[in-house]
C-alpha cells in the first residue's frame, strides 16, 4: 500500500534522537513566548536532520580531489574525479545526505564518459553551515553551475536527489546550463511539507504560518514557485525522472507531477528500492548513466535509453 503524505514525513523524522522533547518543548514555548516559538521553529525547519555523523568525514581516496567554496555565511565541498575525462555531470545529494551517496552513481557516468563532480551542500556531509532550506539548495547549484563554465567545463547533466531534485528542477526554468536534467525521488510541494513538518512537532497553524512567512521573508521567494507547476513549462531540457512507488518520505505522486509539468519528461517507476536505494541499484546506475551521457539530436536518445515497462 502506497504511503500517504503524512505517514511520510514522520518516517523521515523515526531517527532523529530527541524529537519527543523537541514536541514538548515546542508545546510549551508556544504557550509562554509564541515569537520565540517561530524563531525556533524556523532554526528546526532549516536544520539538517539526523544530524552530520563522523562517518561522513571519512577520507575519498585518491581517485577525488576535494575543494572547499565559500558561499553565502557557509561553504560548498566539491568531489572531483581525477581521471574521467569529457562533460561534466554534477552530482546533489538531498536533505539530510551527504555527496557520498552519489559516488556509485558517479563511477556509473564516469565510465560512460563524463567527469562527474559531487557536493556537499551548506550544512551537510563536510560543507561548514549550520542551517539551509531549498532556495539556498538552487542558488548554490546556480553558483556551482556557473563557477564551472567559468572554468572551461561543459555541462553534460545535472543529477539531483530528493530535495536536491526540487531546487534542481526549479534552476533549470531559470535557464540553468545543463544539456540534461535526471531528478531522483523529487518533492513536489515544499508548503506541504512545512504542514506535515509541524504535525510532527506540534506546532498550531498560527506558528506554522509565521514560520513560512519567514522563511519567504529571508530567501525572497515563495514556496509555491518551487512546484512542478510553476516550474515545469519553463524546463526546456530533456528530463528524467525516477520515483520508487514504495517511497516512504517523498510519494510516488510527487515523481508523476514533476513527470507531468515538464514537457516531453519520462518517469522510470522502480520497485522495492525506496528513497535512497535507488542511489545504488544497478537499474538506476544504467538508466540513469545512459540518460546523461546522451547527446544527438532532440528526442532521438530519449526514446532509445528510455524503452522499458518500466516507462512512463
Do not use: C
Amino acid at each position: 500500500m502506497t504511503p500517504t503524505a503524512l505517514q511520510t514525513t514522520p518516517a523521515y523524522y523515526r531517527n532523529v534522537t530527541g524529537v519527543r522533547a523537541l514536541r514538548w518543548a515546542m508545546a510549551a514555548t508556544q504557550r509562554l513566548w509564541p515569537t520565540l516559538a517561530v524563531r525556533a521553529a524556523y532554526r528546526l525547519f532549516g536544520t539538517p536532520l539526523p544530524l552530520r555523523r563522523p562517518a561522513r568525514n571519512a577520507p575519498w581516496g585518491a581517485l577525488w580531489r576535494v575543494e572547499r567554496w565559500p558561499f553565502e555565511d557557509a561553504e560548498i565541498t566539491l568531489y572531483r574525479h581525477r581521471t574521467a575525462q569529457g562533460p561534466t555531470a554534477l552530482l546533489l545529494h538531498g536533505w539530510g545526505g551527504q555527496a557520498g551517496q552519489m559516488q556509485r552513481l558517479a563511477d556509473a557516468l564516469a565510465d560512460g564518459g563524463l567527469a562527474p563532480v559531487l557536493v556537499d551542500m551548506p550544512a551537510h556531509g563536510r560543507s561548514r553551515g549550520r542551517v539551509s532550506n531549498l532556495p539556498q539548495f538552487s542558488r548554490a547549484l546556480e553558483y556551482v553551475a556557473e563557477r564551472l563554465r567559468a572554468e572551461g567545463a561543459s555541462l553534460a547533466a545535472v543529477v539531483a536527489h530528493s530535495l536536491a531534485a526540487n531546487a534542481a528542477a526549479h534552476a533549470a526554468s531559470r535557464g540553468l546550463p545543463a544539456d540534461r536534467l535526471v531528478l531522483l525521488a523529487p518533492p513536489a510541494s515544499p508548503h506541504e511539507f512545512t504542514r506535515l513538518f509541524a504535525q510532527v512537532f506540534g506546532l498550531t497553524e498560527r506558528t506554522r504560518a509565521a514560520m513560512q512567512q519567514r522563511i519567504e521573508a529571508r530567501e525572497g521567494i515563495l514556496m509555491r514557485q518551487f512546484e512542478p507547476a510553476a516550474v515545469g513549462p519553463r524546463v526546456a531540457v530533456p528530463t528524467l525522472v525516477v520515483h520508487d512507488r514504495g517511497d516512504r518520505v517523498n510519494r510516488l505522486a510527487d515523481g508523476e507531477a514533476f513527470r507531468d509539468a515538464i514537457a516531453g519528461a519520462r518517469l522510470l517507476v522502480t520497485e522495492g528500492l525506496g528513497h535512497r536505494g535507488m542511489l545504488q541499484a544497478p537499474e538506476v546506475l544504467q538508466a540513469v548513466a545512459a540518460f546523461a551521457q546522451a547527446a544527438p539530436a532532440p528526442g532521438k536518445q530519449d526514446e532509445q535509453a528510455l524503452t522499458s515497462p518500466h516507462f512512463s
